[in-house]
């Protein structure tokens, strides 16, 4: 049975944190030290990120911390992941246009990453992208995809997101919401077999099984 007593010895200032890295976890999986440093900061600390981790268990769930990308992420506890009945809560299923839009976004991060940060692109850019690749969206799917990735913390952007000029900052969160295996069968139908680079081998958010 876990003990929460750590809880009761928190300084004020501790707990509010704490309580945050929580609601933000479930809420959308992803903590991005880019998007919100004071959250990621307290969550990648060794002691609190033990912490929030017994305290999660308690529910099947753990958090993992990149630090080289500097991106915390709630995955299901290993021992749950077999386990029949247990609804994964914080998943969602993302659809097909949305996955394709992903990949663009996945494409840009890469190219850009390193060159320039933060990692910014315009919505002209991601529009030129989906057409090198016969990606077509309308303008409404686009802004529903914009709205949900930006929830999950896997984008930010301006307020003239329907614009060609409109700016959108890509987070490293984007390499990790998709299954591998997910990732792989859309760039083999979209992209050359080349441009999966080993930073995106990395098999973290399962978006095939996802559910609001």
Known sequence: MNDFG????????????????????????FIVADREEKLYDFISSESNQYDVNTYLSAIGYKVVVEERMRV?????????????????????????????LLMVLWLLFLE??????????TVGDIIDKCKIYQINMKPADFKESYRIFKKFSLIDYSDDITTEEGKVRLYPSLQFCMDIGQLKQV?????????ITEDGQEELMESEDMDE
């Open 6 to 29: 750590f809880m009761k010895k928190m300084k004020e200032e501790d707990a509010v944190l704490f309580k945050k890295c929580i609601r933000k976890m479930l809420d959308a999986t």
């Open 72 to 100: 915390a992420m709630l995955q299901q506890a290993d021992e749950d992941i077999e386990t029949v009945g247990l609804k994964r809560i914080n998943l969602y299923r993302f659809d097909a246009k949305q996955v394709k």
């Open 112 to 121: 850009r990453m390193g060159y320039a940060d933060p990692v910014l692109i």
């Open 187 to 195: 760039m083999a139908e979209y992209a050359p077999e080349e441009e």
